[in-house]
Nanobody, 116 residues
Framework: VQLVESGGGMVQPGGSLRLSCAASGFTFSNYDMSWVRQAPGKGPEWVSGISASSVRTYYGDSVKGRFTITRDNAANTLTLQMNSLKPEDTALYYC??????????WGQGTQVTVSS
């Protein structure tokens, strides 16, 4: 199983970023997927999830209405569109297989920094 995140960077408050995760080594279309983040000095925070067939999407309260999770099962790709970014969104963002606390595999992460 390999999960490789990309798309992180530095952005000003109110800005947008789009994260991507390239999945390989397993049948991507069979698994629910999630994004998880970890801010400096804090524990992991589950951010968003999507069912295997994209029928259902789930969001943490802190990102609801600002982030959108999607997937392309033909391309084995998971994405997270992040709008209206806030300084408290600053964290290392991970792509993970599974939902909520049932996360079997994680990627290496991509850094998102929101600062003026």
């Amino acid at each position: 199983v390999q999960l490789v995140e990309s798309g992180g960077g530095m952005v000003q408050p109110g800005g947008s970023l789009r994260l991507s995760c390239a999945a390989s080594g397993f049948t991507f279309s069979n698994y629910d997927m999630s994004w998880v983040r970890q801010a400096p000095g804090k524990g992991p925070e589950w951010v968003s999830g999507i069912s295997a067939s994209s029928v259902r999407t789930y969001y943490g309260d802190s990102v609801k209405g600002r982030f959108t999770i999607t997937r392309d099962n033909a391309a084995n790709t998971l994405t997270l569109q992040m709008n209206s970014l806030k300084p408290e969104d600053t964290a290392l963002y991970y792509c993970a297989r599974g939902l909520y606390s049932d996360l079997g595999y994680w990627g290496q992460g991509t850094q998102v920094t929101v600062s003026s």
